[in-house]
C-alpha cells in the first residue's frame, strides 16, 4: 500500500470502513450462497465493528488520526474556558515577544552575518606592523588602530591611492572592495532643511563584489571613481522609502550632499546596511566624491595629496578553492610593493603587511560593553520567561484539578495514561503557538521601540531589525520549549492522580492535596523576581552613580553649538575671523551670558590626546605620559566654570596661531611637576618636540572623555593653534533660558553670520552626557521593565494560588469561624501561609542574584555586586508587594460566612 | 459509594491458536494464484479436512495486517459470478516470507516431532 494510500485513509477514515464493509459483506453471501445458515454464519462472524475496528488500527497513520482528534478535542476544550485560555495566551505572548525583541536586537547586532552573497568567504585585509606606527608612509589614519608604541601594531584603513592600484593590480582575491567609515553629511532633497544622514564613500566594485544587486537602477562602473564628475550616489532602500516615499522617478533626482549638488543613480536591495553592523548607511558615493563633498578633503590635500592619508578600508573575497594563505601573502607583498616610496624606506620593522580576518559580519563596530548589555538584557528577559511558564503551569494546573473527574473517567473507561497526557501537551502545544504567533507581532513593536531609543534623536545608523527565518525559528523554539516547562507540570499532575480517589471524591476535597506543586512554582517565580530585582537595582544604582558623578564643571543650562565653517570653502584666516564674528553674535542674544569656543565637547565621545615631552625628564611613548588635549578660546573655563587654580586663563591675545601658551589641570601638575611650582614652565610634544609650551595656568580637574575611567591630566592650548582643516568646531554656551528658546535665535545670529556655514548641531551638555550613557541608560530601563514585570506576574501568581487555596479550605475556615476564630485569626492563618512561600523564594533567589550580580560586575559603576542596600531594598518591595498580594486573598478569607460555608458542605 | 478499580486497563491478546500459523497458511495458499478471502479460508478449511478452521475475525485482520506490511497486493475484482471482490496477491516480498516460514516451521515441527517420539 502506497505512502499516500494510508494517508488519505486516514484523512477519510469513512471510505476505508466503507471498503471493509464491503469485503466482509462479500464474505457473508458468500457463505449464505455455500449452504450456511446466514444468522449463523453473522454470529460465527461475531462483532463486525470490532473487526472493523482492528483491521483499520493496522494503520500505520492511525496515531496521526487520533491526533487530530485530540486537536479538535483540545480547541474545544481552550473555548470552554476562554477566560483562562486568553489569560494564558497573553501572558506567553508577553513573555515570547519581549524575548524575541531582545533577540532580534542581539541577533542584529551580534550574530546575524552580513546580508550579501556568500558572506563566508570574505575577509577583512587589514595591515600590521611590527614595531608600531608605519613611520612617515601614514601621516594620518582614519578607522581603526590597536597596539602600538613601538610594539606590534594593527590598522584597518590605507591611503586611497593605494588601494586602487592594488585592487586594479592583485589576482588572488576575487574581488577587493574599499570603503570609507560612514560618515555624517547634511542631505537636502528638493526644498526641503537639510537632514544628517550617514554617508559611506565606497569603490565602484563595492556592490558588485559584495554580490549585492541594485533594487533598481545601477551600482558604479569604473567611469564614476573620477575627480571632478558631479557626485553619483547610491541611496539605501530605507532613505528611498522614507525620504522619497519610495518614488519610482527617484533615479537621476538632483539631491545636494553638503550644499554639493549630486545625482541619484541607484537604489539598493531591501535590508542592505552596509558593511558595518549597527552604523546603516544611506548613502554611497565613490571613494573620488570625498574630495567635492567632505570638508576634510581639504586636509587631504595638505596631509601630502591623499597618500598618507589612511581612511580606505578593505574586504576580499576568497576565490573557491584557493590557498587563503597564499593569496593574502601575494596581495600583502604586492601592498608593501606599492605603498613604500622607493626613495624613502623606513626600517622594515615599520613597513605594514595585510593580514586577513574573517569578514562574515563584516567590520564589527559593536563594543564588548554593549554587546555585554545585550546577553544580560537577553538573560534577564529569559527570566521573564521562566516566570511567565509558572504562572501558566500554575493556572492550566488548576485547570487540570478541575478536569481531574474527566480524566479518571476516562482511564476508568480504559483510556491509556500516555494518550491523556498527549492530550493535555497538544493543548499545551496548541497554546504556547498562540502566544508564539501574538508574540511575534509584540516582539516587532517591542523591537522597534528600542531601536528608536538606541538611535535616539539621532536619524541615522541602526540595525536591520525586519523578521526573518532567524527570528521566526527562535520564536517558535522558544514557544515550543514553554511548552516543556509549563505543560508537563499540569500532564505529570494527571498522571500521578488515582483514579479511584478522583472518581469517589466529589467538590473540591479531591484534588491535590497540599498543593505541594503549585507552591513550588510560586517560590520559584518569587526566587527569579528576586534575581531580576537585584539586577534592576544594581543596573539603575549604577547609572545613578555614573549620572551624579562630579565631572568639574556645571553639566546644567550648557549649550554646544556645532559648526563646520569650512565647508563654506574658507581658508584659515577667514574660519578664525568667522568664528569671532559668530561669537560676538551669540553673545548678544539674551539668555546667554557667556560664549567661548571649544575644539572637543567635554564628554561627547571623543577626544585627542598626545605625550607629553619634558626637557630633563625620560620620555617613552607610554601611558605615563600620555595626556589628552583639547583647545579652548578665552573665556571657555568661565563659560564651562572650570575653576582657575593659578596663574590666569587664556586672555584674547593669546588667540594667535604662533601662541605658546599652555593651561594645565592639576593631575598634570602632580603628574610631571610634583613639589614644584609650574608656572611659566616649558615642555613639549612628541618625542621631537618642534615647539615649546609655557604654562600660563592651572585648573581644576575635570571630566572629558570619558565618565568610567579614571581622570586623565589634561592639558589646554589655545584654539587658533589647532584648527584643522576640514573639521568642526564648537561653540560653548552658558545659558539662562532654556535651549528650545534658544535654538531658534542661535540658527538666527548663525545665518546672520554666513548663512552658507551649516549648523551641524545644537546640543546641551547633558544631552551628551545621555548619549555618552546610552548602553547604561538602556540597560536601567529595561531591566526596571523587566523588574515591574516580574514583580506583576509574581503578585498575580501569589495571588492566584492563595485565592485557589483559601477558597479549597472555605470549609474549614468556615468551621475554624463557628469554633470562635476571629477574623483577624484567618487573615493571619492566610499570610503566614504567604510568609513561608516568599521566604523559601527569597532564599531560593539569592543565589540567582549573587550570580547576576558576578555576571555584572564589570558593567557596574563603583558598585560592588553584592551591594547591601540594592539586595535590601530589592528585599523590602518584594516583601511589600508579597504582602499587598496576600492582603487581598486573607480579607477574602475573613469575610467567609461561616454559617454559608457549612451550609455547602 | 461505588468503588472502581482498574489499574492497568490494557487490551489482552486474543486467544487464538492459528495466530500464528494462519500467516503462511494464507501465503501458502496464494502462492498458487492470487484469490478472495473467502477462497482462502475455504481453501484452508478443504485441504486440511476441516480439521483446520478461519475465524473470520482472524483473517481480515491479518490479511490488512500483511497487505500492510508488503507481503501482499489488494485489488477490486469482479468475480465469475458478478461479483465485487477484494482479491489478495503475493508480492516478492511474501513470497520470500513463505520460504523463511515454510523452512522454519519444518524445523520447529520436526523438532516437536523428535521431542514426542523421544521422550
Redesign the interface.
Known amino acids: 500500500m502506497s505512502l499516500w494510500s494510508r494517508f488519505s485513509r486516514t484523512l477519510r477514515p469513512g471510505r476505508h470502513t466503507q471498503e471493509i464493509e464491503e469485503e466482509l459483506q462479500y464474505h457473508l453471501a458468500m457463505k449464505e450462497q455455500d449452504g450456511y445458515d446466514a444468522r449463523a454464519a453473522r454470529v460465527r462472524f461475531g462483532n463486525t465493528s470490532l473487526l472493523k475496528e482492528e483491521t483499520r488500527a493496522q494503520g500505520v497513520f492511525v496515531w496521526f488520526e487520533s491526533l487530530l482528534r485530540d486537536l479538535r478535542y483540545g480547541l474545544r476544550q481552550l473555548r470552554r474556558t476562554p477566560t483562562l485560555t486568553l489569560v494564558v495566551v497573553f501572558s506567553l505572548a508577553l513573555g515570547i515577544g519581549a524575548n524575541s525583541a531582545i533577540f532580534s536586537l542581539v541577533d542584529a547586532a551580534l550574530l546575524k552575518p552580513l546580508p550579501v552573497r556568500n558572506p563566508q568567504s570574505l575577509r577583512l585585509i587589514e595591515w600590521s606592523t611590527a614595531e608600531g606606527w608605519p613611520g612617515d608612509l601614514c601621516h594620518m589614519h582614519t578607522g581603526d588602530t590597536t597596539g602600538g608604541a613601538n610594539g606590534p601594531m594593527r590598522g584597518s584603513s590605507i591611503a586611497p591611492r593605494i588601494y586602487r592600484q592594488l585592487a586594479a593590480e592583485q589576482r588572488g582575491f576575487a574581488s577587493l572592495i574599499g570603503f570609507s567609515d560612514p560618515d555624517k553629511a547634511a542631505v537636502s532633497i528638493g526644498s526641503r532643511a537639510a537632514e544628517q544622514f550617514q554617508l559611506e564613500y565606497v569603490s565602484t566594485n563595492f556592490f558588485e563584489g559584495l554580490g549585492v544587486l541594485p533594487r533598481f537602477g545601477r551600482s558604479f562602473s569604473s567611469r564614476d571613481d573620477r575627480a571632478g564628475a558631479p557626485p553619483l550616489v547610491v541611496i539605501s532602500e530605507r532613505f528611498w522609502r522614507s525620504r522619497f516615499g519610495s518614488r519610482g522617478d527617484v533615479l537621476g533626482h538632483p539631491i545636494r550632499i553638503n550644499n554639493v549638488p549630486a545625482q541619484v543613480i541607484g537604489v539598493a536591495p531591501p535590508g542592505f546596511f552596509g558593511v558595518q553592523i549597527g552604523e546603516w548607511v544611506d548613502l554611497y558615493a565613490p571613494l573620488s566624491a570625498l574630495n567635492a563633498i567632505s570638508p576634510r578633503a581639504k586636509l587631504d590635500r595638505l596631509l601630502n595629496e591623499a597618500d598618507t592619508w589612511w581612511w580606505v578600508r578593505q574586504m576580499g573575497r576568497l576565490k573557491p578553492g584557493v590557498s587563503e594563505r597564499q593569496t593574502v601573502q601575494q596581495t600583502s607583498a604586492l601592498f608593501q610593493h606599492l605603498v613604500v616610496p622607493p626613495n624613502n624606506r623606513p626600517v622594515p620593522g615599520k613597513i605594514p603587511q595585510l593580514i586577513a580576518s574573517q569578514g562574515v559580519r563584516g567590520f564589527d563596530p559593536i563594543g564588548n560593553d554593549k554587546a555585554r548589555a545585550l546577553w544580560i538584557l537577553l538573560l534577564l528577559v529569559g527570566l521573564i520567561l521562566l516566570i511567565v511558564c509558572a504562572n501558566v503551569a500554575n493556572l492550566l494546573l488548576s485547570r487540570a484539578v478541575a478536569r481531574q473527574r474527566e480524566s479518571a473517567v476516562c482511564l476508568a473507561l480504559g483510556a491509556g495514561r500516555f494518550r491523556l497526557v498527549r492530550q493535555y501537551l497538544i493543548e499545551s502545544i496548541t497554546l504556547a503557538l498562540a502566544g508564539g504567533v501574538l508574540g511575534l507581532l509584540l516582539s516587532h513593536v517591542l523591537a522597534e521601540a528600542i531601536h528608536s531609543f538606541i538611535r535616539a534623536d539621532l536619524n541615522i545608523g541602526g540595525f536591520d531589525l525586519h523578521v526573518d527565518a532567524r527570528i521566526l525559528i527562535y520564536t517558535a523554539l522558544i514557544s515550543l520549549s514553554t511548552v516543556l516547562l509549563f505543560g508537563l507540570a499540569p500532564a505529570w499532575q494527571l498522571s500521578r492522580a488515582s483514579v479511584n480517589d478522583a472518581l469517589k471524591a466529589h467538590g473540591r476535597t479531591f484534588a491535590i492535596g497540599r498543593l505541594r506543586f503549585p507552591r513550588a512554582l510560586v517560590v520559584v517565580q518569587i526566587g527569579l523576581s528576586l534575581t531580576v530585582l537585584v539586577a534592576a537595582g544594581l543596573l539603575g544604582r549604577s547609572l545613578a552613580n555614573l549620572a551624579t558623578l562630579d565631572i568639574g564643571f556645571d553639566r546644567n543650562n550648557l549649550i554646544y553649538v556645532s559648526i563646520n565653517p569650512w565647508s563654506a570653502g574658507y581658508q584659515e584666516q577667514q574660519v578664525r575671523q568667522y568664528l569671532e564674528r559668530l561669537r560676538a553674535g551669540l553673545a548678544a542674544i539674551p539668555g546667554i551670558s557667556r560664549v567661548g569656543v571649544i575644539q572637543e565637547r567635554p564628554l561627547s565621545g571623543g577626544a585627542n590626546s598626545t605625550w607629553v615631552n619634558i626637557p630633563g625628564q625620560a620620555f617613552h611613548e607610554d601611558d605615563a605620559h600620555t595626556v589628552l588635549i583639547n583647545s579652548t578660546s578665552d573665556g571657555a573655563f568661565e563659560t564651562l566654570g572650570i575653576p582657575l587654580l593659578a596663574g590666569r586663563t587664556f586672555q584674547a591675545g593669546d588667540m594667535s596661531p604662533k601662541s605658546d601658551a599652555v593651561i594645565v589641570d592639576e593631575l598634570f601638575i602632580h603628574r610631571f611637576y610634583a613639589h614644584q611650582d609650574p608656572l611659566g614652565r616649558q615642555f613639549g610634544t612628541g618625542p621631537k618636540p618642534t615647539e615649546l609650551y609655557r604654562i600660563i595656568g592651572v585648573v581644576k580637574n575635570s571630566r572629558y572623555n570619558s565618565l568610567r575611567e579614571a581622570i586623565q591630566p589634561t592639558m589646554y592650548r589655545p584654539y587658533t593653534t589647532a584648527l584643522w582643516p576640514g573639521f568642526g568646531i564648537n561653540f560653548v554656551i552658558r545659558a539662562v533660558l532654556p535651549v528650545r528658546q534658544l535654538a531658534g535665535p542661535i540658527r538666527q545670529a548663525a545665518a546672520a553670520a554666513d548663512p552658507s556655514v551649516p549648523i551641524v548641531e545644537i546640543k546641551t551638555q547633558t544631552a551628551l552626557i545621555d548619549h555618552l550613557l546610552l548602553t547604561e541608560r538602556l540597560l536601567s530601563i529595561l531591566s526596571g521593565a523587566f523588574g515591574v514585570l516580574a514583580l506583576l506576574l509574581s503578585a498575580i501568581g501569589l495571588i492566584g494560588l492563595l485565592v485557589y487555596a483559601v477558597a479549597r479550605r472555605t470549609n474549614e475556615i468556615g468551621v475554624r469561624m463557628a469554633l470562635g476564630a476571629s477574623q483577624s485569626d484567618v487573615v493571619q492563618l492566610v499570610l503566614k501561609d504567604s510568609f513561608w512561600l516568599v521566604a523559601l523564594g527569597i532564599c531560593a533567589g539569592l543565589p540567582g542574584a549573587y550570580f547576576v550580580g558576578r555576571l555584572l560586575k564589570h558593567t557596574l559603576f563603583h558598585l560592588q555586586p553584592a551591594d547591601p542596600w540594592t539586595a535590601g531594598l530589592s528585599l523590602f518591595i518584594l516583601a511589600a508587594v508579597a504582602a499587598l498580594s496576600a492582603w487581598l486573598p486573607a480579607r477574602r478569607a475573613a469575610q467567609i460566612d461561616p454559617m454559608a460555608a457549612l451550609r455547602e458542605e | 459509594?461505588l468503588?472502581?478499580?482498574?489499574k492497568y486497563?490494557r487490551k489482552m491478546p486474543k486467544a487464538d491458536y492459528l495466530q500464528g500459523s494462519l500467516e503462511i497458511l494464507v501465503l501458502k495458499v496464494l502462492r498458487r494464484g492470487s484469490n478472495?478471502?473467502?477462497a482462502i479460508?475455504?481453501c484452508i478449511e478443504q485441504t486440511s479436512d476441516e480439521v483446520l478452521r478461519v475465524?473470520?475475525?482472524s483473517l481480515?485482520?491479518a490479511l490488512?495486517?500483511m497487505?500492510?506490511n508488503?507481503l501482499l497486493k489488494?485489488e477490486w475484482r469482479t468475480t465469475d459470478a458478478g461479483?465485487?471482490?477484494?482479491f489478495y496477491e503475493l508480492t516478492a516480498k511474501g513470497r520470500k516470507r513463505l520460504e523463511e516460514e515454510e523452512k522454519r516451521w519444518h524445523s520447529v515441527t520436526a523438532a516437536v516431532a523428535k521431542v514426542l517420539r523421544t521422550v
Open positions: 459509594m468503588d472502581i478499580y482498574i486497563p478472495n478471502g473467502y479460508a475455504t475465524e473470520e475475525g481480515y485482520p490488512h495486517r497487505t500492510e508488503g489488494a461479483r465485487r471482490a477484494r
